[in-house]
């Protein structure tokens, strides 16, 4: 049987781990394919992945949950942070402790009969997260290229961020990265989800438990399709990608409701699919309508309903760019939560698009980017730190490429739908 491994970089990367195998736990006893995530010893469950970061103050707190019998290797940590210098996770501080890192990788790869995909968890605004991520994944791509899929939930810079100019130049130089040694990558950014958890909770405050919650629910859909229906995802996202480069895909979750609002209902079918194709609710927004090129609709219940979805009309009208109908998947296990103040809900779901209007948001980090460039702002912080000036102009190039992959494919394919970016 395959098994999927997980690593969880820099401080958020961790965090959201840590939100991710609390709940994975609480859905442990439900599931008989276990080995997917977890290494089976004399009947006690073993996670199988790496916490990295570049210092123990993140990784001490998941450490300190004892519910979990996480295995020692499965920590990895320097005694330094990276600063949120990109360069300092890439070429100085986290060199120090590359080798052990991959190491602690391989020993539990040994003991799997067959990985399948990883799944990373980080931000690419922090030093750790951006820098130490593209050499690690660089590094694995050695080892395992072709032979595994990498599949990335990752947080970027939110839309209002302009004057963080360490995240922006972090961000971009991650770009490259994520174009070049992912298969896939589910975008989320802390406004959005911000901005959902406020619309659809009426909670006192929300901090990042609340955000690192929906990128946990996220993986854990797309993961529990192997883990409770055993179908074998990992064509899952491939199967949105028409173009390879092109594998950025923005979700939608829902519905979330206090565990003391009494007047809660489930929705209807109908009210169900609306409600999550709605471009409010998605976790990474962008002021432009939605251009999809893929979308696929992930419904979570722990009673299987074939019928699901089928031919209904809020998912035949959405507007793609190449004619294609929403893929249906359906996980069915229950819907466990993990923070004390959220509803354990009948049915939830995920909508996942290959958004083409996500060029916007690139778009603007790129003119972010120009404006600090130009005043060499905090230049030298990253060639201190061993990064060569060149690749401030490779960074800038790899993003001017996506953005224009993605404006060709509409145009080419898609006249009637040519897209308008915002110049401010
Ligand atoms: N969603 C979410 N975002 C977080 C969390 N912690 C930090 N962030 C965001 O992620 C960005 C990067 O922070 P970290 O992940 O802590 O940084 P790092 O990658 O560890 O890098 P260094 O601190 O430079 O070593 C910050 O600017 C925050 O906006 C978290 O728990 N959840």
């Known amino acids: 049987m395959s098994s999927a491994f997980h690593i969880h970089i820099g401080g958020a990367g961790v965090m959201m781990g840590d939100m991710l195998w609390k709940l994975y736990e609480k859905e442990h006893n439900e599931t008989t394919l276990k080995n ?59 060199k120090e402790i590359i080798d052990k890192g991959l190491d602690q990788i391989r020993k539990q790869i040994e003991t799997m009969d067959r990985l399948d995909q990883f799944v990373i968890t ?60 992912f298969h896939s990558i589910t975008m989320f950014d802390n406004q959005s989800m911000y901005n959902v958890i406020d619309q659809q909770l009426d909670l006192d405050y929300v901090d990042y438990s609340h955000l690192n919650n929906l990128v946990a629910q996220t993986i854990s859909s797309y993961t529990g399709l192997r883990r409770f229906n055993n179908i074998d995802n990992s064509k899952f996202f491939s199967g949105m990608c028409p173009y390879p480069n092109l594998h950025y895909f923005v979700p939608s979750y829902g519905k979330m409701t ?19 194709t709605k471009k409010e609710i998605k976790l990474y927004q962008s002021p432009n309508n939605p251009q999809h090129l893929s979308t696929t609709l992930l419904f979570r219940q722990k009673e299987p309903n074939h019928f699901y979805g ?13 004619n294609q109908s929403p893929r249906i998947f359906q996980c069915n296990s229950s819907n466990y939560q993990v923070l004390s103040e959220l509803a354990q809900m009948k049915q939830t779901g995920i909508f996942f698009s290959n958004d083409a209007s ?25 060639v201190s730190e061993g990064l060569e000036e060149f690749e401030f102009s490779e960074g800038r190039e790899a993003l001017a490429n996506l953005t224009s992959e993605y404006s060709e494919v509409i145009k080419e394919d898609s006249p009637q739908n040519d897209l308008e970016i915002d110049y401010e």
């Open 122 to 181: 980080t931000s690419i605004m922090g030093g750790t997260g951006s820098g130490f991520s593209t050499l690690l994944l660089q590094r694995l791509e050695v080892d395992y290229k072709n032979k595994v899929k990498t599949n990335g939930f990752i947080i970027f810079p939110s839309s209002g961020m302009s004057n963080n100019i360490l995240g922006i130049y972090n961000a971009m130089f991650s770009i490259q990265m994520t174009r070049n040694h």
């Open 258 to 276: 206090l565990i003391n609002d009494y007047t809660r209902k489930e929705l209807s079918q109908n009210e169900f699919i609306k409600y999550l």
């Open 36 to 94: 997917y995530v977890y290494q089976q010893v004399d009947g006690h469950s073993h996670p199988l992945t790496l916490f990295a970061d570049l210092d123990d103050r993140m990784i001490s707190e998941v450490q300190r949950n004892k519910q979990i019998q996480f295995k020692k290797n499965s920590f990895l940590y320097g005694k330094e942070e990276a600063s949120n210098i990109y360069s300092r996770g890439c070429y100085t501080i986290g």
């Open 358 to 382: 996500i060029i916007s948001r690139f778009d603007q980090l790129g003119r972010n980017f120009d404006k600090i460039y130009a005043k060499r702002a905090f230049v030298w912080a990253y």
């Open 310 to 322: 089928k031919f209904n009309q809020t998912l035949q009208n959405l507007s793609h760019v190449y």
